[in-house]
């Protein structure tokens, strides 16, 4: 009882009222616009400006907040909640900061020179926490100074932070346990987040699975040459996942971040006993490719997809060009066949089908309307089996062959 009560006093006692992001990037930025939209007083950072105004960069940062859809803010005036600061003229302000929350590139070096750059200026009561998304936090903690590292873990936010509430805890090995309970109270009553403990393994929990179901989707993708938006398609609602599916997921969290994730995984499968699925965890060479010429994703105003006009393209790997995104079921349902026949039945295209085909039968436009249950299953062809989407596909075709009509 004694314990219990000791343990619910040291929880009433902690109190954030005011916190640092370190970081004005795509993430730190959000979370920032997240604890202003919670009344929390923020000092956002990041590097001075080279030329102009040193607090340049985040003030342009916190510009792009107004044109993000969904708005990471929850109203104009929650801005002023965000203070702007930058590393070369207001440490000082650390201080004065009960949690300091770095966001910057997932690089373990670049994020130990700033520890040991914030170090001097973080009060001994604060509370340190990184925002990766899965370097390790025992290896992050070995840049800050030994007093700091009992008030030191990871805190992983998802994008958008706003509207996204799963946040892992991570513990460094050496974290106080009771900080963690504070922490995870903290974030459930102020922030309205869901927390879930997990291990300092490498991408934790979420973006171990949620990393590999994305590059399965890309390696499959090239293996049948299906088009980026039509595996979008089939792995977002039609499975009862979000819209962003794969390839847009891939867009909003960033193609350099992405490829760096990528890296720290595979860096992991290296020091580590292999993994049976470590050949997907590399980078595709079209990613690459992207990401040289500035094709970053959601930050950089295109990547796997761009706006252009009022239309949306998608990079097709055939061409190695944008393109018009597909919008019609009947097309999207020839593309998949394609793959199928490709897969089982030699080599075939698009102009060897029907105008009009449905896997199965069923059209993924009426897919749309059904229950998710009933769409993954039928849309595609689940519960026949492949040889059984086969044999139907190529019946379908050789029918089709046989009536010359040009339309089924």
Request: charged residues 20%.
């Amino acid at each position: 009882m004694a314990d219990k009560r000791l343990k619910e006093v040291l929880l009433s006692n902690f109190i954030v009222r005011k916190v640092a992001v370190l970081g004005a990037g795509v993430m730190g930025t959000q979370i920032a616009a997240h604890l202003a939209n919670a009344e929390i007083p923020v000092v956002l950072f990041d590097l001075p400006a080279k030329e102009g105004d040193p607090n340049g960069l985040v003030k342009a940062a916190l510009a792009t907040i107004s044109r993000l859809e969904p708005s990471p803010i929850a109203t104009v005036d929650r801005t002023d909640y965000i203070d702007i600061a930058n590393y070369a003229q207001h440490l000082d302000q650390l201080r004065s900061c009960d949690l300091v929350i770095e966001a910057i590139t997932e690089k373990a070096a670049c994020k130990a020179d700033l520890y040991r750059a914030v170090a001097p200026f973080i009060s001994s009561q604060a509370v340190v926490a990184s925002n990766t998304s899965g370097l390790s936090i025992a290896l992050l903690a070995e840049g800050l100074p030994d007093a700091l590292r009992e008030r030191f873990c990871g805190m992983h936010f998802f994008n958008p932070p706003r509207y996204m509430p799963l946040v892992e805890l991570i513990s460094s090995g050496r974290t106080s346990p009771v900080l963690l309970d504070q922490l995870e109270s903290w974030l459930v009553s102020r922030l309205g987040k869901s927390v879930v403990r997990a291990l300092d393994t490498p991408n934790f929990v979420a973006n171990r699975v949620g990393l590999f179901s994305m590059l399965v989707a890309m390696h499959h993708a090239e293996r049948f040459g299906l088009g980026f938006d039509v595996v979008d398609m089939l792995t977002g609602p039609l499975i009862g996942r979000p819209k962003s599916a794969s390839f847009r997921t891939a867009d909003v969290v960033g193609l350099d971040t992405l490829t760096n994730v990528i890296a720290a995984m595979r860096s992991a499968f290296d020091r580590d006993a292999p993994d049976p699925w470590s050949r997907y965890y590399t980078a595709p060479s079209w990613l690459s490719a992207l990401i040289s010429q500035g094709a970053l994703g959601q930050k950089a105003g295109f990547g796997v997809y761009r706006k252009k006009g009022k239309q949306i393209q998608v990079f097709d790997l055939i061409t190695q060009a944008y393109r018009d995104c597909q919008d019609s079921s009947d097309e999207i349902d020839l593309e998949v066949l394609v793959a199928h026949l490709r897969s089982s039945a030699g080599t075939v295209s698009v102009g060897d089908l029907p105008g009009r085909f449905s896997l199965c039968g069923v059209s993924l436009g009426r897919c749309r309307r059904q229950r998710p249950r009933y769409r993954s299953g039928h849309a595609l062809g689940l519960r026949l089996g492949a040889g059984a989407v086969r044999d139907l596909a190529v019946g379908r075709l050789e029918e089709h062959r046989r009536c010359n009509s040009g339309r089924y």
